[in-house]
């Protein structure tokens, strides 16, 4: 009676998605049932996809149920570590073809059984000279990435948006979605919006498919694939290395991993934005002032302005059925409620007379703003000296008291460096009112959204009560205050 075979396959990085590592291994395979005289019923995979870890393999998983229904009498797989990659599966593997008897038939190496002693322990001893094998091949792949990483290189990895699949060449049309992404947030734009921006151009972002594998699907962007394509530190050509002790930590304490918070040094690919751009980016992004605002907030002073009695943000909406005018309230409800117009109108009148002063364009070429270049500079330096530190923690050159003293030095400069940056970043969103010789007409042309990221960048803006019968505005209920530089 021909014995029913069921075929397993595996890659684990397929970089340039054409499969040629599965196929070459389903050929051997194929080969190997041919000559023996068995009948292959089944031929499962899971291309790019790493046994390592957490992550499931459909393809193994449907190879365990054949063995458990005795679908099956051999598995046929081209080494011993494309179908087994850690203890787990170890025995799951081995306890079930022991059951049914069932034979491991390898390509490159013996055919394995469970009947006798023997088979038993060239198994395991197989197994464990596997596992020693894969053990020894991650370490060096981990040096591997750590120094590329130092060096700048890319290493593998799925394709970025922006970038060809290689990484090291942008794409032009994607890089000028980038590009415009990073201008429209920095100007106020909500991610929203940046959305349909990129996916009316008919851009479109991969994801992974439903059953693990990678796969470039195409789909539109979301708000959530928008920050994400932002955050990236990569669009600066600035190079992250995230460990995987930092993605278990992360595991650990139920966070996400942010290639932005991994940093390590300067890229060899090109930039998309400069520094600065992507670093205001980030702080705008990750300030959590900005996830308590409304996500459709349409009103200029809405998460902006702020009640001069309690000094929460205000809201605006109608004040009632027989009252359906607009109006700002604090969340209290309790110590404001003015007329939305008046006040907006007012503020709005502010921003331009000041925007239409002689030395408006000082807000954009003050000798006190920050050199990009330099605090760039400053930044890797700051890194360097924090690796560093960490590698000689390491050698027993110093102790741990040290390190920690160094490491609260060299993070506080940083962050410091790191703030500079941001704020050099963000004198873009006055760009186009400055530069314009009609300031009101580009106020009045903007979206409300780019209004309130001028207003929050320029001033503090505080509604106080108007007074018990007040019927006329008063502009000095609108407080006023101006930022530093402005």
């Known amino acids: 009676m021909t014995a029913s075979a069921a075929i397993y396959l595996r890659i684990s990085e397929d970089r340039t998605g054409e499969e040629a590592g599965v196929t070459r291994q389903r050929e051997d395979c194929e080969r190997r049932a041919m000559d023996r005289g068995w009948d292959v019923v089944a031929v499962e995979q899971d291309n790019d996809v790493s046994a390592k870890g957490r992550q499931k393999r459909p393809g193994f998983e449907r190879v365990l149920q054949l063995i458990e229904d005795g679908a099956v009498q051999v598995v046929i797989a081209w ?63 981990k040096r591997a990435q750590a120094q590329a990483a130092q060096a700048g290189r890319r290493v593998g990895g799925r394709k970025a948006f922006g970038y060809t699949l290689g990484g090291t060449e942008v794409i032009e049309e994607e890089a000028a979605a980038v590009y415009d992404g990073y201008r429209a947030l920095l100007a106020g734009e909500p991610l929203a919006e940046i959305a349909r921006d990129w996916n009316s151009r008919g851009l479109t972002t991969g994801q992974r498919g439903n059953s693990g594998e990678r796969k470039d699907v195409p789909s539109p962007f979301t708000r959530s694939s928008v920050r994400d394509v932002l955050l990236n530190p990569r669009n600066a050509a600035l190079r992250s290395h995230v460990t995987e002790e930092d993605r278990e930590r992360a595991r650990e304490e139920r966070r996400r991993v942010y290639a932005c918070d991994h940093v390590v040094g300067p890229a060899t690919w090109p930039p998309i934005v400069d520094e600065g751009t992507w670093r205001a980016a980030v702080d705008l992004l990750r300030d959590p002032r900005r996830r308590t605002a409304p996500a459709n907030a349409r009103a200029l002073l809405t998460g902006v302005a702020r009640c001069g009695t309690c000094g929460d943000t205000v809201h605006s909406g109608g004040a009632a059925m ?61 890194r360097t000296r924090l690796d560093g530190a960490a590698q000689a923690f390491a050698a027993g050159a110093i102790e741990l008291s040290q390190l920690t003293r160094i490491t609260e030095d060299i993070k506080t400069r940083l962050t410091e460096v790191e703030n500079e940056l941001a704020d050099a970043g963000r004198v873009d969103v006055l760009g186009p009112l400055v530069s314009s010789a009609d300031v009101q007409a580009a106020w009045d042309r903007m979206s409300t959204a780019r209004r309130r990221a001028v207003v929050d960048l320029l001033m503090v803006v505080r509604l106080h009560p108007p007074g018990r019968g007040t019927r006329t505005f008063r502009p000095e209920s609108v407080e006023i205050e101006w930022v530093a530089g402005a």
């Open 79 to 141: 080494h011993l570590d494309r179908l087994q990659r850690n203890r787990r599966d170890e025995v799951r593997l081995y306890e079930l073809c022991e059951k049914r008897k069932v034979v491991v038939s390898l390509v490159r190496g013996p055919d394995l059984e469970w009947e006798t002693p023997t088979g038993r322990y060239l198994a395991d001893n197989l197994g464990s000279l596997a596992r020693l094998e894969i053990e020894q091949k991650s370490d060096r792949q």
């Open 322 to 382: 027989t009252q359906p005018l607009r109006i700002y309230r604090c969340r209290s409800m309790k110590h404001v409620s003015r007329a939305a117009e008046p006040v907006e109108a007012y503020v709005s009148a502010v921003v331009v007379s000041r925007l239409s002063r002689p030395d408006a364009a000082d807000l954009l070429t003050d000798e006190s703003k920050p050199d990009v270049g330099k605090l760039r500079e400053k930044a890797v330096a700051l």
